[in-house]
């Protein structure tokens, strides 16, 4: 898959290295990074505001203040009226920086040139002019320390303005890399992604702080970004996947899926699970039960085949099933879901070990599986299985704990790289690794979904879009963009959060 740059999602060490070896390599200048960068972000500001419009702009004394000092001049030059405050005066501004605050100061001394205000010492916040925008140049990618004196006071005085906060290149007071608040933060409305998208916006508090991210390409080359393997997972991309073309001759070749679940009490899993999978429109969804649950689901499921092991005692997979199943597995070639209601019986979970060892094909493992798998993951070693762990479930896979999203995010890519599998990390957001270093997250509120019997739905649709696609990448993402979509299109008609089925 070729996933455009501007959804991939950078640490703030690629995204300094990215720009140091632009300037140096190419000999392009920092300078015009900075013009490029600071002319973007005034161009959308203006068609964002009227003429006639006050900004006020807070400038550090880096080159993100720099960028600030570039967007101050183009707003200015086109009927915006721009005062603009230095945190720390003016002494200490880099050399671009302070290179822009000289060419504005000329600006300002220029008889017939735009209302431009500079305070080169921090004022009283209460004597600053009213504003219908404020930009934010404070602290670029680079802070990893809690803000301080005279940061969060400004910091403070943004939140409460009113205004339409924009952000340069990142909030200020947000970690580049893992999304935690240190100690206060701007609480933007846009912000501007400069050359490459920072992962923290979409990490933990991120999103909640960055507001619409708009992404601004400085021409970095594509070479210096190929080490980023972490992307956003977003229709524009995914909707533009080349899927392989199929002219099936019969039901079977039009795709089957096998779905392996249930247990006495959480049948529903199992249903909703099969009902997602037929909804995608397979040839073929075979339900594998114990025949002691048959009645179940020959009372919810209609479209499904049912294929049942042992006698009408048995309600739980056992050991002794495990040649039927694979029988009947191996005889048309599909992909297998385990997990949706399965218990955890020992037996059932031996059954669930076994099966894994066994089957050669696509298995999604999901729910009670997972645990069951979690005793012996040497049986995992193959690159044709996709686990759907929430995160109690992967803190027992990974054997350890996360602290944040980025740690989670660490968590997954080292598990799947080193048992050579795929992995969709349910919570906020999810988190979808694999075993070629690639990762993938959502950028929308997936707290919608923390309700029984959507991981179900989740995992049954993941199926059966790998047997049509044979690219569970590609399924995943497709999967979780999907319910996002349903759940948006409920809400366009009812302002009740929408019941698992009415997603599929």
Not at 304 to 329: M, R, S
Not at 375 to 400: M, Q, W
Not at 401 to 429: H, I, N, Q, T
Request: proline share 5%; charged share 20%; glycine share 8%.
């Amino acid at each position: 898959m070729v996933i455009p740059s501007e959804f991939q999602l950078a640490t703030s060490e690629q995204s300094k290295r990215i720009d140091s070896e632009t300037i140096q390599d190419l000999g392009i200048s920092g300078r015009m990074l900075m013009e490029i960068a600071g002319a973007k972000a005034a161009a959308i500001i203006q068609k964002h505001v009227n003429p006639g419009s006050r900004a006020l702009i807070f400038c550090g004394k880096g080159n993100n203040a720099g960028d600030g000092l570039v967007a101050a001049r183009f707003l200015s030059q086109n009927n915006i009226a721009v005062s603009v405050v230095f945190a720390e005066g003016t002494k200490k501004l880099t050399p671009n920086a302070l290179a822009n605050f000289k060419v504005l100061e000329k600006l300002k001394n220029n008889q017939g040139e735009p209302d431009i205000t500079l305070y080169e010492k921090l004022p009283d916040p209460a004597s600053l002019p009213p504003a219908d925008i404020i930009i934010d140049a404070l602290l670029g990618v680079g802070i990893k320390n809690e803000i301080r004196t005279p940061y969060d006071l400004i910091i403070k005085f943004i939140n409460q303005s009113g205004s339409i906060v924009y952000a340069l290149d990142i909030p200020t007071g947000l970690h580049a890399n893992n999304g935690n608040i240190l100690g206060s933060c701007v609480r933007a409305d846009y912000t501007f992604s400069f050359g490459t998208q920072k992962i923290g916006c979409f990490l933990d508090n991120g999103p909640g702080v960055s507001g619409e991210r708009i992404f601004c390409d400085l021409g970095f080359p594509r070479s210096l970004k190929s080490e980023i393997k972490r992307y956003a997972i977003v229709p524009a991309w995914v909707d533009r996947v080349e899927l392989p073309k199929r002219s099936p001759r019969h039901k079977y070749e039009a795709g089957i899926v096998y779905i392996i679940a249930g247990s006495p009490g959480l049948c529903g899993a199992a249903v909703m699970a099969a009902e997602s999978a037929w909804a995608e429109g397979l040839g073929s969804v075979s339900l594998m039960c114990p025949r002691g649950l048959l009645e179940i689901f020959e009372s919810h499921l209609v479209h499904q085949t049912k294929f049942v092991v042992g006698d009408k005692t048995d309600t739980v997979f056992k050991p002794d099933h495990l040649d039927e199943i694979l029988k009947q597995i191996n005889r048309r070639e599909g992909t297998v879901v385990i997990g949706p209601g399965l218990g955890r019986n020992k037996d059932t979970a031996k059954f669930v070990r076994q099966l894994v060892q066994n089957y050669q094909g696509k298995i999604v493992i999901d729910a009670d599986a997972i645990w069951a798998v979690s005793e012996d993951l040497s049986i995992l070693n193959k690159a044709r299985v996709v686990l759907t762990p929430h995160p109690g479930e992967l803190k027992y896979l990974s054997n350890r704990g996360e602290k944040d999203s980025f740690d989670r995010m660490l968590a997954v890519e080292e598990f799947c790289r080193e048992y050579k599998v795929y992995m969709l990390s349910k919570g906020l957001p999810n988190i979808l690794g694999s075993p070629d270093k690639q990762s993938f997250i959502t950028q929308y509120d997936s707290t919608i979904f923390a309700r029984t019997g959507f991981g179900d739905i989740l995992t049954g649709k993941i199926a059966a879009l790998w047997e049509l696609t044979d690219n569970p990448i590609y399924s995943c993402a497709k999967a979780l963009l999907d319910g996002k979509s349903r759940y948006d299109e409920h809400f366009k008609h009812y302002s009740t959060i929408p019941g698992p089925l009415n997603l599929i």
